[in-house]
Nanobody
């Protein structure tokens, strides 16, 4: 069974930086795209950034130029480097992956809290 385990959230002042990590573990699986979503209190979950197995990326307009998504295919790990953080970036951040193991399915991590103080 494949699992996604996130790490790296926390409290940071506005203008600061954080790096999130999400590692997929298990056996006999292949990962297509990996992504980060976030959900702020009272708001819908939204896509932050996505990266394909080939390294193509796309970002939400609100984070372009401040966040960078990357992945290490050998480690089945995706990263989100967040810089110039703003209070409105405060949310629970979720890792998301499209995985093949007997069949294709989408998995979510447990979420990690990011809080940006003003």
């Amino acid at each position: 069974q494949v699992q996604l385990v996130e790490s790296g959230g926390g409290l940071v002042q506005a203008g600061g930086s954080l790096r999130l990590s999400c590692a997929a573990s298990g056996s006999n699986f292949v990962i297509n795209y990996m992504a980060w979503y976030r959900q702020a209190p009272g708001k819908q979950r939204e896509l932050v950034a996505r990266i394909t197995s080939g390294g193509s990326t796309n970002y939400a307009d609100s984070v372009k130029g401040r966040f960078a998504i990357s992945r290490d295919n050998a480690k089945n790990t995706v990263y989100l480097q967040m810089s110039s953080l703003k209070p409105e970036d405060t949310a629970v951040y979720y890792c998301n992956a499209n995985i093949y193991s007997d069949n294709w399915y989408t998995m979510w991590g447990q979420g990690t809290q990011v809080t940006v103080s003003s």
